[in-house]
């Protein structure tokens, strides 16, 4: 599997990745170096297996509905690029 | 004195031969002496440690203290702990000191250890060699040229060097047991689910698990009971009871039964590798063991498998790191799209930007089923040829990396070669079985690592098994002579 | 040409939890931006999300209530977009195997028809935080309370036909979380909202039209609007030779129209993919019969009850059980006044009137169920008559204590001493000898009107405390003399 550098734009922009210019070839050939590496798995026949998205079979734990967090807003904005009035800041967003 | 291992540490302490405040100064002077040439520390918390030796020889005074009272530790920079810069080896996190304790952090802090600082690793834990760390690679006692392995490169470094008692890290494709491995010391993968994965910054959150890196079994197991246990803020947190890893470390291993699966003695390992594992492995005839040859026919494709699981929840995971609320911000960003894409591009190295985009690409639609669903299938594949392996045999052993430690440099641009390095490791995570790797003869001057494998929470049994060898055999007390 | 309107809904539910779907922060309305956002809700490095067990009592409750398969294991799942509202870079929902299945509502159409709508599935997920545009230096300000509150999403097969349909059916649903006590239905705050998707076609053709998916409604009489202005706006389209494209389009009801949202992205692609971070949820039976257990009466069933119980007339039935705090309201009173039509009267006229004059909700009526059912039991027991009890109820309203007390206070006791009536009778009756002449001599069909001028002469000479069934029969006993 080979992929185009038009392939990475599209992905880096899906994953909101700035990839420069004159990464792009590079890039691309690495991606389809790992990709040539993973297809190794077509040559296995999988009709009928289950997918396993947990190495335990285990079933969702539910917690009680209380309420157990205080407000730690001050803390937690000391590590924040940017806030004012206890808001996060961001570029504007156009709706 | 760095010789010592945690219990007699411990009986030291007791014995009041030294303070828990001297100890921890003996190994803050080795760390300003030596970890220059290693780099195995991002951030030595210098004062935090020094109070909380204090407080550890107040407690072993009240008689109310646990074995790790008092013992200096080391960890993974994963780990978030309060009030200290906590960077997971990125430049995206160089900012960011944790509001918060990871749970093994604070099991850890719980039992009175004394934490020295934080260990470098490969960026996000991605990485095999220690290379891709924003604060430079770490380098192998052994040789400094070499690569520690990775990415709990630090930990292994600084444990193999002397530089903390014991240390934790993270293995999410072998990253406690390949450096380990490659530095000549034990490191513990235990069962997934067993230690929290609570502040553990996440890599592949169906794969990460932490666990022990230490000079012994014994060292190994004394760690493990602090670091075990259910969290309730964990989800996927095993509820299962914690047994004492002391008990039955020292029983007989007559009759048990290790299966040699013929996979991990292919054509790609090195021969001087085998040769050591065979010594190994004679040993334990020698005790008593059957010798059992398994396969596990699924093997080889545990590397394919792995790059997209692993990659494809690292590309959700790493999506909250947007110069948002915390980490790294681009200048100026000139709209929303901006902020995101430079933060990021500039936030993370290349392999963590691989790996994003790797996943991203396997996760897009009309890939999703040729590439991450076949993932998961296979993956169920792999871990039925271990259930199948274990109604057969005990432990499973081979060898755990293909090679010794190589050069600094030498797999850096080969990505796909960097990714093979961790072929024998990397079906135990995609089963979530606990896997150890043991010092055992040197090859060629360079550490040799035995892999162990186990069935789900048979870590004592491990442990076992790594101690009786350690009991034996002088291989795990070999030491880097630089470091002496 | 003949158009057909089809419309689907997708409810989003917030649900009535203390804590947030997968931390335990607050979910309060209104608290000061970021204060009630934990570490968890804000996407810290390393945090992980633990399920909440009422917001699941709740789905099952929801699931059980419009008869809908419950999934015995259901999976959560990332849907992965940037957004600054969204924390982590992805939100936690249901994908594959939502927790509850396909379900259906009856809904009742303005003919008197009932007509069955399908729900497709209702999943579990966490709400984003808001964006604030009020200016910060050109920059938008985030607040993230919101973030991780649990939502229900219902979403309806396309099976309405008009936006009458669609808002019957958003009532009904609006009514069944509120009875189950899952959702407090406020609209204004967001707490329930509703998104349609809206294609028309020609009558008779079996294929949908291209639908768009209209957001930002926040009322019933805005989902009307919006609805409709759609409708016509893609018949438009058509008509003028053009294609409805597919698309999302907000509502804007200062304008009362819908407009096209820029897209944000060319093509979203929203990798969903099964949450590692969390397991499958499975539920044994235990659970689920305790959930059912613990589930209030649903608005058919109290509807069919209160016919039954309190023998009302079926319109009267549901209009005391269009909401629960009325329905309970009318149940407490009656249950005191020991009458169910007289009740139903009170709470469906004087005190539905009072609260719409005062633009009051049944929770915050200055007359409660106790006060009313009191005063009501005065009607029951002939202390009062219901003329005198209007008076009674005005007073309640204005705040001067109870029934017995105002009673007491302003000497409005009914009169039923026979002889003191037969006083105030014989008293009117010579009073009025022309019109007793008059009586006698009509023919006994037109008497009944005639009697009435006696009555309210005897009333007005008692104040009004006579009691009106003692005068009737004693009026005419005296006249027929």
């Keep these: 599997m080979s992929l185009e550098r ?90 | 004195m760095q010789e010592k291992s945690i219990s007699e540490l411990a009986a030291g302490l007791r014995a009041g031969e030294f303070s828990s405040a001297e100890l921890t100064r003996f190994y803050l002077d080795r760390i300003s002496q030596h970890d220059e040439k290693l780099n195995s520390y991002i951030t030595v918390t210098e004062e935090a440690a020094l109070a909380a030796a204090e407080s550890a020889d107040a407690r072993l005074k009240s008689g109310d203290a646990d074995l790790l009272t008092g013992i200096p530790v080391a960890n993974k920079d994963i780990f978030c702990t309060n009030g200290v810069k906590s960077s997971c080896g990125s430049r995206m996190l160089d900012n960011f000191i944790a509001p918060y304790d990871a749970g093994v952090i604070s099991r850890l802090k719980g039992a009175g250890a004394v934490l020295l600082g934080k260990t470098n690793m490969d960026e996000f834990a991605m990485g095999s060699s220690n290379e891709t760390s924003y604060y430079g690679p770490v380098r192998n006692p052994w040789d400094t040229e070499l690569v520690p392995g990775g990415s709990s490169g630090g930990s292994a470094a600084a444990v193999a060097a002397g530089l903390c008692v014991a240390a934790t890290g993270t293995d999410t494709g072998g990253s406690i047991r390949q450096p380990a491995a490659l530095c000549g010391i034990t490191g513990l993968k235990p069962t997934y689910g067993r230690v929290s994965r609570f502040g553990m910054i996440a890599f592949a959150s169906s794969l990460d698990q932490g666990g022990p890196m230490t000079r012994s079994a014994e060292d190994a197991a004394i760690m493990l009971q602090s670091m075990a246990g259910f969290d309730e803020r964990d989800s996927t947190s095993a509820q299962e009871a914690v047994p004492n890893y002391l008990a039955d470390i020292d029983a007989d291993l007559k009759g048990l039964k290790i299966g040699l699966p013929k996979e991990y003695f292919d054509e790609g390992l090195s021969p001087e590798v085998a040769a050591s594992i065979q010594e190994a492995i004679d040993f334990y005839r020698q005790q008593g063991a059957e010798i059992i040859d398994i396969s596990l026919p699924n093997s080889a494709l545990s590397v394919p498998v792995y790059y997209v699981v692993a990659p494809a929840e690292c590309s959700s995971n790493l999506a909250r790191f947007d110069g948002v609320r915390f980490g790294h911000r681009c200048d100026d960003p000139k709209d929303l799209e901006d902020l995101y894409k430079r933060s990021r591009g500039e936030g993370f190295g290349a392999e963590v930007k691989r790996r994003i985009l790797i996943g991203t690409y396997a996760l897009s639609a009309g890939y999703y089923d040729a590439y991450y669903l076949k993932a998961q299938q296979i993956r169920h594949l792999i871990s039925d040829d271990f259930a199948k392996a274990f109604e057969q045999v005990d432990v499973i052993m081979g060898p755990t990396a293909p090679t010794t430690a190589f050069g600094l440099g030498e797999k850096a641009d080969d990505p796909v070669s960097m990714y093979l390095s961790d072929i024998y490791t990397i079906a135990v995570n995609l089963a979530g079985l606990p896997g150890m790797s043991v010092p055992v003869r040197p090859a060629d001057g360079k550490p040799v690592g035995l892999q162990i494998i186990g069935n789900y929470f048979q870590e004592a049994k491990l442990l076992n098994v790594a101690h009786r060898l350690q009991q034996e055999t002088e291989w795990h007390k070999a030491r880097p002579a630089t470091f002496a | 040409m003949q158009w057909e309107t089809v419309i689907g809904l997708e409810i989003h539910a917030q649900l009535a939890t203390q804590s947030k779907i997968f931390s335990g922060a607050s979910t309060a309305f209104g608290a000061e931006p970021n204060t009630q956002a934990c570490s968890v809700d804000l996407g810290l490095p390393g945090v992980l999300p633990v399920l909440n067990k009422g917001a699941v009592k709740m789905a099952v409750k929801f699931a059980h209530a419009i008869g809908a398969e419950l999934s015995q294991r259901s999976i959560f799942a990332r849907k992965n977009y940037f957004y600054p509202d969204l924390p982590k870079g992805y939100q936690i929902s249901q994908y594959e195997l939502p927790i509850v299945g396909e379900g259906q509502v ?205 023998g009302l007339k079926r319109a009267d039935a549901e209009a005391v059980t269009a909401s629960r705090a009325v329905a309970d309201y009318f149940e407490e009173a009656a249950k005191i006044a020991g009458d169910g039509k007289l009740t139903a009267n009170w709470v469906t006229v004087e005190v539905a009137g009072a609260l719409n004059k005062d633009g009051l909700d049944i929770a915050e009526s200055p007359v409660n169920a106790e006060m009313l059912g009191g005063m009501l039991v005065r009607i029951v027991d002939n202390t009062i008559s219901g003329k005198i009890a209007k008076q009674v109820f005005e007073a309640m309203w204005q705040g001067e204590g109870d029934a017995d007390a105002i009673i007491e206070k302003r000497g409005l006791k009914q009169i039923t001493d026979t002889g003191a009536i ?29 009697l009435g001028f006696f009555v309210g002469q005897v009333m007005k000479a008692s104040q009004g405390k006579a009691n009106p069934k003692q005068v009737n029969e004693l009026l005419v006993k005296k006249l027929a003399e």
């Design chain 3, 422 to 450: 037969e006083k105030v009778v014989d008293e009117v009756l010579a009073a009025n000898p022309d019109q007793v002449a008059n009586y006698r001599s009509a023919e006994e069909k037109k008497r009944g009107k005639m």
């Design chain 3, 106 to 310: 009856d809904i009742s159409l303005e003919n008197g028809d009932s007509k069955t709508i399908g729900v497709t599935r209702a999943h579990l997920e966490e709400d984003a935080g808001k964006s604030l545009h009020e200016d910060f230096h050109g920059m938008t300000g985030i607040d993230l309370n919101r973030a991780g509150t649990p939502l229900l999403e219902i979403v309806s097969e396309p099976d309405m036909r008009s936006a009458k349909e669609a808002v019957a059916y958003a009532r009904k649903i609006h009514q069944i979380v509120q009875y189950l006590g899952i959702c407090d239905g406020n609209m204004q705050e967001g707490s329930f909202r509703c998104d349609a998707n809206v294609s028309v076609r020609l009558k008779g053709e079996e294929k949908f039209g291209t639908r768009a998916e209209l957001k930002n409604i926040n009322s019933f009489r805005f989902l009307e609007r919006a609805i409709n202005f759609e409708v016509e706006r893609q018949i438009d389209v058509i008509e003028s030779g053009g294609e409805v494209v597919q698309e999302t389009r907000l509502y804007d009801a200062d304008k009362d129209e819908t407009r096209s949202m820029r897209t944000k992205e060319e093509a979203n692609d929203y990798r969903y993919f099964p949450d590692p971070d969390l397991l499958p949820v499975e539920f044994d039976q235990p659970f689920i019969d305790a959930v059912i257990a613990d589930m209030p009466e649903l608005p058919g069933d109290r509807c069919d009850r209160f016919e039954q119980e309190y």
């Design chain 1, 6 to 95: 038009s392939d990475v734009e599209k992905i880096a922009h899906l994953a909101r990745l700035a990839v420069s210019e004159n990464e792009l070839d590079n890039v691309a050939s690495d991606l389809s170096n790992i990709l040539d590496l993973v297809e190794q798995m077509n040559a296995v026949n999988t009709d009928g297996v289950t997918p396993m998205a947990h190495p335990l079979h285990m079933s969702q734990r539910l917690r009680d509905d209380a309420v157990t967090e205080d407000n730690q807003r001050d803390h937690f904005q000391g590590v924040a690029p940017a806030t004012e009035n206890g808001l996060y800041l961001v570029p504007k967003v156009i709706e």
